[in-house]
């Protein structure tokens, strides 16, 4: 069983003492800046050890500008010129590739998880930023859709493939679980108590005794923390995927259900009677 005592805080440092960890690719916020209103974004991307980051922005003047910087992570680290560039291609026109105009000075982003960190902009001191999560909410339906747990450590590698699609209601601390169809399998947003901020899901058997719990942190379709047996109290860490979204879209390269071609039950059976009349091995 999971410890209450084990909050939301403590998973994000479990989570990155037990591995190195990259930036989630999307879009960035400076967290105080959040305010609805249109400000300075950025889209942040690490490949390998190969930092990038897009950042738009204003001049003194109020005119809108973006910025490059490039630069090689270094333990969570990266310090890399903030390139500005000007008189590239515009809506319309001919071909027309932008040149670099300067540099205000070097950008300095440290990060403390996947989904936070900090930035140091020139001329300014370093402040909070975050993975910008303007899709999901933390509510219950939010968690709908097919996810993957892949937890790892002395057990071995533990896996679980599930699809949430059933609401159910509310514990004290949470919001409303989701669980799978045979209600062997749920997740639930904690809200309140100890646990708050972080997702908190449960494996049971049949009979309804507790298998493996989970406590996890995650933003967008990816997430990590550690899950625990029933019969240990040893943490695996552990790492999540969402496969679909609650809609049913896949969110990888690779799944794309509603698009499949559609199959042939005649060549089945084809094969079926020729492979049982003459054999598999040719």
């Known amino acids: 069983m999971i410890s209450k005592k084990m909050g939301a805080a403590a998973l994000l440092a479990f989570a990155g003492v037990a591995q190195a960890f990259a930036p989630q690719a999307g879009t960035w916020v400076v967290s105080s800046e959040l305010n609805g209103e249109p400000g300075r974004g950025l889209s942040i991307d690490v490949q390998s050890n190969t930092f990038v980051m897009q950042m738009y922005a204003y001049e003194a003047s109020g005119q809108p500008t973006f910025y490059l910087a490039v630069g090689d992570m270094v333990n969570d680290t990266v310090t890399a010129p903030l390139n500005q560039y000007r008189n590239g291609r515009s809506f319309g026109s001919g071909a027309r590739s932008g040149v670099q105009t300067g540099s205000p000075g070097n950008v300095t982003v440290r990060f403390t998880s996947g989904i936070t960190g900090f930035i140091t902009f020139p001329g300014e001191r370093e402040v909070a930023i975050s993975r910008f999560n303007f899709g999901y909410g933390a509510v219950q339906e939010s968690l709908r859709g097919l996810w993957t747990f892949n937890s790892m450590g002395s057990e071995g590698l533990q896996t679980d493939f599930v699809e949430l699609r059933v609401p159910l209601r509310r514990t004290d601390t949470g919001n409303g679980l989701m669980a799978d169809s045979a209600g062997r399998f749920g997740c639930e947003h904690q809200v309140s108590g100890s646990l708050a901020g972080s ?84």
């Open 199 to 282: 997702v908190l899901c449960v494996k049971v058997s049949s009979a309804g005794t507790l298998l493996r719990s989970y406590l996890m942190v995650y933003s967008v379709n990816e997430g990590e923390g550690y899950s625990v047996a029933s019969s240990s109290s040893t943490q695996q860490m552990l790492s999540v995927r969402r496969i679909t979204t609650p809609g049913g879209k896949g969110t990888g390269i690779v799944y794309k259900d509603a698009d499949a071609e559609p199959g042939n039950p005649a060549a089945l059976l084809d094969h079926i009677s020729y492979l049982a009349q003459f054999g598999i091995v040719q």
